[in-house]
């Protein structure tokens, strides 16, 4: 079990695994819950790209690398109360890393500069929790 010392040393990690498993498993399922309404505006939105007709893959691949990431995350956490050790969190910061960039070459292929610029802020947290989790 891990001691109390150990789990306010890494309370900014906790917080930012908390966060990111939140972020994640909600925009996966919402995408899961709503696929019809996501694929319809997907295919609206790369419509004049080429990726016009992988619209259908390219959601079921970030559906999934979003909904591991956050279950990942949430993992992580639960691992970490257990063993100490913050090497799943790390991961779950690298494969949401992966999401983000991916989603961020989809909206500049799609030319949304403002919903590309969005993702900035999670691209960089995902950094920092690959940052803090490496640490312990």
Do not use: C
């Amino acid at each position: 079990m891990t001691s109390f010392d150990d789990i306010i040393k890494n309370l900014p990690a906790l917080f930012a695994a908390l966060f990111t498993a939140i972020l994640f498993i909600q925009s996966g399922l919402d995408k899961v819950f709503d696929w019809k309404g996501n694929l319809e505006w997907l295919t609206g939105h790369f419509s004049k790209t080429f990726a016009a007709g992988m619209v259908p893959m390219m959601l079921a691949t970030i559906t999934i690398l979003e909904i591991a990431t956050g279950v990942l995350s949430a993992v992580g956490i639960i691992y970490f109360l257990a063993t100490g050790s913050t090497i799943i969190i790390f991961y779950a910061g690298a494969l949401g890393a992966a999401a983000l960039a991916a989603l961020f070459f989809g909206q500049r292929i799609a030319k949304d500069y403002p919903g590309a610029a969005v993702l900035v802020p999670y691209f960089l947290l995902m950094l920092v929790l690959m940052f803090l989790a490496r640490l312990s």
